[in-house]
């Protein structure tokens, strides 16, 4: 289990004697693992040759678990970071957090997730109490309703359109409003999530292996 079948996963859960691996994003680098027009695409070919070559069948488990009860994904994030006693009863995707920092936020989000950086807009030294705790990736127009719709200060993401919600925060700052953008990276935001997946399979399944095989940050600091 999974954030991602990638080509070192699959090599991974082989090596562990697995044959199915659960993949929360797609296998073949678009929505809908639409490979017509990756036919004959060396990167493509060599994935879907080592799969077979392992007998490796992946199955992508995305929104039937964003949409099991309390969303495991975003459930997972804000347990991890100790804000799930600080729910919001009235909108799922808020933390009420203690006051403080959106340096100290940051700074706590990097240590939890082990992350050696964030993306960030917003003035380090703002006060954040409502966080959106969106991970994965969201259209810009949701990611910039929530602002307004969550009455929050800080929507923390897994990933941003860069032309879109943020450039809405970049204004937002830029007139003195008290909005903050934080963004883990996609697979950051969402491993922890699939982790809590592979528990839960291991309780209903007893008897099948079930590994948790972390997919990782696919980027480095450069
Ligand atoms: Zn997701």
């Not at 804000?78 to 340096?103: C, F, H, M, N």
């Not at 700052?173 to 699939?194: D, I, K, N, Y």
């Not at 291991?202 to 990782?216: M, N, W």
Request: aromatic share 6%; hydrophobic share 40%; with cysteine.
């Amino acid at each position: 289990v999974s954030f991602l079948a990638t080509h070192d996963v699959i090599r991974r859960s082989a090596a562990l004697g697995a044959n199915l691996v659960i993949t929360h994003e797609p296998t073949f680098y678009n929505h809908f693992d639409d490979t017509q027009r990756l036919a004959k695409d060396p990167v493509y070919e060599a994935k879907r040759a080592l799969a077979h070559e392992h007998r490796v069948v992946i199955y992508r488990a995305h929104d039937g678990w964003h949409r099991y009860p309390g969303d495991p994904i975003r459930l997972a994030l804000a347990e991890s970071l100790g804000w799930q006693k600080y729910a919001d009863p009235e909108e799922p995707e808020v933390r009420v957090i203690p006051e403080t920092t959106l340096a100290e936020l940051v700074a706590h989000v990097k240590k939890v997730l082990g992350a050696p950086a964030m993306r960030v807009i917003g003035d380090p030294a703002l006060k954040v109490r409502r966080v959106a705790v969106v991970p994965g990736a969201r259209n810009g127009e949701d990611q910039i309703a929530a602002f307004e719709r969550l009455r929050v200060e800080v929507l923390l993401c897994g990933e941003v359109r860069e032309w879109e919600t943020t450039e809405y925060v970049r204004d937002a700052v830029a007139q003195g409003r008290p909005r903050a953008l934080v963004v883990t990276g996609h697979a950051v935001s969402e491993e922890l999530g699939m982790k809590a997946m592979a528990e839960w399979l291991k309780q209903r399944l007893p008897g099948i292996p079930v590994t948790h095989v972390p997919a990782g940050d696919p980027f480095r600091l450069g």
